[in-house]
């Protein structure tokens, strides 16, 4: 019993330490590799530096037309965001009018808000180059049928039909035979839309853009043309931006303040709690081990306010243990057994622990249900924390405790604090 | 010693404290993070400890109110705070006096701004207001159903009492109140409760021994028999964050500051708060009760 007892321990120490280990530095078995912790959880904008921008549209609009707005503005936003070449942006829609885009770790953030939330940069360019028209001479675009085909329809406002009929003209003067040379580009944010060809001098501000389209494709290409505009008013009503450095700077100092923090709370509980403080201080690592697992594994993003959570509730999660050790002094000093005492010490703590952890859990989730954004990842890493450090303190620690004490190490009760 | 009987100390200490930082608040304003009034926060790195007045000089043109601060470890970090919205463009402008007149970098340079429209301030004030209130009716409930009405009672006292001390010490540190702050406030309500109910639940357990219905000696007892506890926990609590505050950045220490003050103010008000405000419950129904001819009523 007893070499049996010290082989599960010393098995369980072990494990525990290389857990540890591969959390901290990752590890590399053959050909298979799992990342450190740090690399594996997606960092918030706080940490990574970056910028997020909510829209409102200024509309009265609502209902189905109002979806079809915000999706237009949506898709408008995505072609920008993409043309910057960002990785993972966040492009979603907020509640009924406001839309938020997310961008990490973009390099020169107030240029990237400034060119998503421009009005939008349609041309008309001409094949030497020669600007025709702009967004803002475009008054319509929709969808309408030539010869029984979809086609686009433009129309345009009265500059623009004098400048178009003009154009169009010269090109189909100069031109007359050569197809490439009579082609207008239409660009929507330096990216070509579409490219037809002049057939004839277009006068009257109604032009058809055809070809041999999908029904799909001439709405697209409406929506593009008629987009070239936002399809709406937006205001900037909340929005931030962190530089890189400043991300990481705040990561760094935020890991070693956790650090020492923890290395102080395990030197705190030995010297206070001796044998159990040994115990207590491997259940703690065993509980930020589930905790950061259980953030990976539910795709949690690692902000800031998160990691002062999760130092947080270091210091809280050695409660559980405190109130079972103190239980477990009592009745020590009753007289009991070193074995009797733990099992009545945890059955009388149990109770204690769970009173005191749902209330916790309360305030918890109201935070997770009224908060945003980074106060979202502190109420997550809270109520996460909660729920590991009451099955740690409950289930492991009474498991090593009792591992311990198989082991008939002692039967000295100063060991345990008494 | 006897903690109970002292609860008129207490009561007064506490309520000095309250009354110091609310008269503090009365008097210079509680200082509205930007996010609760609407405005923006601009923080640029100028690689030198310019004089407050140069900067103002640049940022009157835009806000003659708006709050400089100079930050960091050797104070080259200008802050500007304004209630003024200003979109991109606007902080761009800004920036760009500044980037004129001391060469400065817009990627390198432009640390972090942040702006707020003053519809979501109101929203998010609002938000945080009724979070509060969910919380704390959430524990009333909780409490009476798993203790009594009255201990609910006794902790939600002890509950608005960590919430005057940290607004206290907010307005006499002069610490904006903002999102975080709520944050805070919710973390400090759980911590707060959960240290209370260790002592109630030890007092739920001492009632089955009470004699002669007092209840000041079982508040005593049991205070005693968890202030270890009590203590140890909020020392490992204390620990984690004050190693937060000392090596945390701006946004974090701003954070920690008022968990520090609601740990101890948590653990102090479950012991000197909860527990005789529990008693001075029991005891009042005790009087209502002395005519009822059965006095087993608890």
């Known amino acids: ?418 | 010693m006897n903690i109970i009987e002292r609860r008129k100390i207490w009561f007064a200490l506490s309520g000095a404290v309250i009354a110091i930082g609310l008269i503090i608040g009365l008097f210079s304003g509680i200082n509205l993070g930007i996010d609760f009034t609407g405005g923006a926060l601009m923080e640029i790195e100028v690689h030198q400890e310019l004089p407050v007045s140069e900067i103002r000089e640049i940022v009157n043109e835009f806000d003659p109110n708006a709050n400089i601060n100079l930050l960091g470890r050797d104070r080259t970090i200008v802050q500007i705070r304004s209630t003024i919205d200003f979109d991109n463009q606007e902080r761009l402008e800004i920036f760009g006096k500044f980037q004129e007149k001391y060469d400065l970098d817009l990627k390198e340079d432009f640390l972090r701004a942040q702006q707020f429209g003053p519809a979501v301030g109101r929203e998010i004030q609002n938000r945080a207001l009724i979070s509060v209130l969910i919380s704390a009716l959430g524990m009333l409930a909780y409490i009476t159903f798993r203790f009594e009405l009255r201990f609910g009672f006794a902790a939600i006292t002890a509950l608005i009492h960590d919430i005057l001390i940290v607004i206290a010490v907010y307005s006499i540190f002069r610490i904006p109140i903002n999102a975080p702050f709520v944050a805070a406030v919710l973390t400090i309500l759980g911590y707060s409760i959960n240290d209370t109910i260790v002592v109630f639940d030890r007092i739920r357990e001492n009632l089955k021994f009470m004699k002669k219905n007092n209840y000041e000696q079982v508040a005593n007892d049991s205070i005693k028999q968890t202030i270890v506890r009590s203590i140890n926990t909020s020392v490992t609590t204390l620990i984690t964050i004050v190693a937060l505050y000392v090596l945390g950045v701006e946004q974090i220490r701003q954070f920690a500051l008022p968990l520090i003050a609601g740990v101890v103010s948590g653990t102090y008000s479950s012991i000197f708060i909860a527990s005789p405000v529990w008693v001075m419950l029991k005891e009042m129904q005790a009087k209502k009760t002395s005519y009822n001819p059965n006095p087993e009523t608890k």
């Open chain 1, 1 to 418: 019993m007893r070499v049996k007892n010290a082989i599960i321990f010393i098995l369980l120490i072990a494990l525990v330490s290389l857990a540890a280990f591969t959390a901290l530095f990752g590890l590399e078995v053959g050909d298979r590799s799992i990342r450190p912790i740090s690399q594996s959880m997606k960092q918030g904008l706080d940490l990574q530096g970056g910028v997020y921008v909510v829209y409102e549209a200024k509309t009265n609009l609502t209902g189905v037309e109002l979806d079809r707005t915000i999706d237009q503005t949506i898709g408008i936003f995505n072609r920008r965001v993409n043309a910057l070449g960002l990785t993972e942006p966040i492009i979603v829609r907020e509640g009924d009018k406001r839309i938020r885009v997310e961008l990490p770790g973009v390099e020169n953030a107030q240029e990237a808000i400034d060119l998503i939330g421009q009005t939008a940069q349609l041309r008309f360019i001409t094949f030497d180059g020669e600007e025709v028209l702009t967004g803002a001479n475009v008054r319509k675009a929709e969808v309408n049928f030539v010869d029984g085909s979809p086609s686009v329809g433009l129309e345009l406002d009265s500059e623009g039909a004098n400048s178009f009929s003009e154009a169009t003209g010269r090109l189909d003067r100069d031109y007359a035979p050569r197809a490439q040379e009579r082609t207008i580009f239409i660009v929507l944010d330096d990216e070509v839309i579409s490219d037809p060809v002049v057939t004839e001098r277009i006068t009257g501000g109604r032009a058809n853009i055809t070809g041999r389209f999908s029904m799909e494709y001439a709405s697209n290409l409406a929506t593009l043309i008629r987009g070239g505009a936002l399809p709406v008013d937006l205001e900037e009503i909340e929005s931030s931006t962190i530089t890189a450095t400043l991300g990481v700077n705040a990561l760094n100092r935020s890991v070693q303040a956790a650090q020492i923090g923890i290395i102080l709370v395990l030197l705190f509980m030995l010297v206070y709690y001796r044998l159990p403080g040994i115990v207590a201080n491997l259940a703690l690592v065993i509980y930020i081990l589930i905790v950061l697992g259980t953030l990976v594994a539910l795709n949690a993003t690692l902000t800031l306010p998160g990691i002062a959570a999760l130092i947080l509730s270091v210091g809280m999660a050695v409660d559980a243990n405190v109130i079972i050790f103190e239980r477990l002094k009592e009745e020590l000093r009753a007289g009991k057994t070193i074995r009797a005492s733990i099992d009545s010490g945890f059955k009388r703590a149990f109770r204690t622990i769970i009173d005191a952890n749902i209330t916790t859990l309360i305030a918890g989730m109201v935070l997770y249900q009224f908060g945003t954004g980074p106060i979202r990842g502190f109420a997550v890493t809270l109520i996460v924390g909660i729920i590991a450090s009451m099955f740690t303190a409950i289930v492991i620690t009474k498991f090593i405790l009792k591992l311990l004490v198989g082991m008939n190490l002692t039967k000295n009760n100063k060991l345990f604090g008494a």
